[in-house]
T-cell receptor, first 111, second 116 residues
Framework: EDQVTQSPEALRLQEGESSSLNCSYTVSGLRGLFWYRQDPGKGPEFLFTLYSAGEEKEKERLKATLTKKESFLHITAPKPEDSATYLCAVRGIQGAQKLVFGQGTRLTINP | GAVVSQHPSRVICKSGTSVKIECRSLDFQATTMFWYRQFPKQSLMLMATSNEGSKATYEQGVEKDKFLINHASLTLSTLTVTSAHPEDSSFYIC????????????FGSGTQLSVL
């Protein structure tokens, strides 16, 4: 069974204080690891898809990296508007197009 | 980017009533759509996969007679919560895949259901 574990559960940073969020996964044949941002009361917003170990993708202050066991979402010099819950999900070969989500990391950036 | 529209955004109803939630793909066709449920401060749990022109596939533990899914066209899927009870109160979110191999999954804005 595909599983995703995210850590930490919650993270508070000061504006400008860089950090990383972790996503550990087990999957039978990775067909994609996904990062989403979710604001309260809203649906998740797509950020990145990573497909193979060593792959990296960047978008503004965010950079996602992937190994065979985990993914990191690095946030550089965050701003208060980066506050949100960040969700990690995987798609395996047995799950067709289904995604299995982690519990998320609630990120708060204090001004 | 692709847009998935979900309505209504919020529903408050009495126990025993049925509630219908619509999910539309606005600028692409979706033969498959997914329905998720999310409790406060928890992650998304897949409820069912909606298939255009055929029966939905439900995840283990999800009552198909309780959560009726209809995917009548390539741009519309509906979820009906029948005889809703307070324990059905939750945030329901639909999603649709797009891209060459459906590699991007776009989500609707969600529906907050509160059953009194």
């Amino acid at each position: 069974e595909d599983q995703v574990t995210q850590s930490p559960e919650a993270l508070r940073l000061q504006e400008g204080e860089s950090s990383s969020l972790n996503c550990s996964y087990t999957v039978s044949g990775l067909r994609g690891l996904f990062w989403y941002r979710q604001d309260p009361g809203k649906g998740p917003e797509f950020l990145f898809t990573l497909y193979s170990a060593g792959e990296e993708k960047e978008k503004e202050r965010l950079k996602a990296t992937l190994t065979k066991k985990e993914s990191f979402l690095h946030i550089t010099a965050p701003k208060p508007e980066d506050s949100a819950t960040y969700l990690c999900a995987v798609r395996g070969i047995q799950g067709a197009q289904k995604l299995v989500f982690g519990q998320g990391t609630r990120l708060t950036i204090n001004p | 980017g692709a847009v998935v529209s979900q309505h209504p955004s919020r529903v408050i109803c009495k126990s025993g009533t049925s509630v219908k939630i619509e999910c539309r793909s606005l600028d692409f066709q979706a033969t498959t759509m997914f329905w998720y449920r999310q409790f406060p401060k928890q992650s998304l749990m897949l409820m069912a996969t909606s298939n255009e022109g055929s029966k939905a596939t439900y995840e283990q533990g999800v009552e198909k007679d309780k959560f009726l899914i209809n995917h009548a066209s390539l741009t519309l899927s509906t979820l009906t919560v029948t005889s809703a009870h307070p324990e059905d109160s939750s945030f329901y979110i639909c999603s649709a895949p797009t891209g060459g191999f459906g590699e991007k999954l776009f989500f609707g804005s969600g529906t907050q259901l509160s059953v009194l």
